[in-house]
């Protein structure tokens, strides 16, 4: 697993201790979800970009017509104007992302899921290397 991926999860736990950042699987995801409040939205998306550099699609912008056709958009069931998506995928094994999503209903909150995402036909190899994966994660977080 890609070191800065690692080191983002690190500081994402440090700035929202006390809460638990748990990961779970979904099927080509290893990801977590976390309520994000109004006042920490500003502060956790520095963070973001500092490991992403720049979000992949910025909230506020149309989602250009090729982003639908990423097996990772699809599998996020694609991507709304508001939303704002980070992505990594430098790695042929997975892509990181870290995906902000305002509530409707509040204004004042957002979900923020991140994770990994891993392409391809399922297999015992993938299901092995995301077994393996998310007990680093886990190590991580419980460290």
Do not use: C, H
């Amino acid at each position: 697993m890609q070191a800065v991926f690692q080191d983002m999860i690190r500081e994402l736990k440090a700035f929202f201790t006390p809460e638990k950042i748990y990961f779970n699987v979904d099927g080509p995801f290893i990801k977590f979800r976390m309520v994000v409040t109004e006042e920490k939205l500003v502060p956790m998306t520095v963070i973001l970009d500092k490991f992403f550099k720049a979000p992949f699609k910025p909230a506020g912008e149309r989602p250009a017509r090729e982003l639908a056709e990423l097996e990772i958009i699809q599998a996020l069931q694609g991507v709304r104007k508001e939303q704002t998506l980070y992505l990594n995928a430098n790695d042929p094994e997975y892509a990181y992302f870290a995906a902000i999503w305002p509530w409707q209903s509040d204004p004042t909150q957002a979900s923020l899921f991140s994770g990994l995402f891993f392409a391809g036909d399922d297999n015992a190899s993938k299901k092995e290397l995301m077994t393996k994966t998310k007990q680093e994660l886990e190590n991580i977080i419980n460290g």
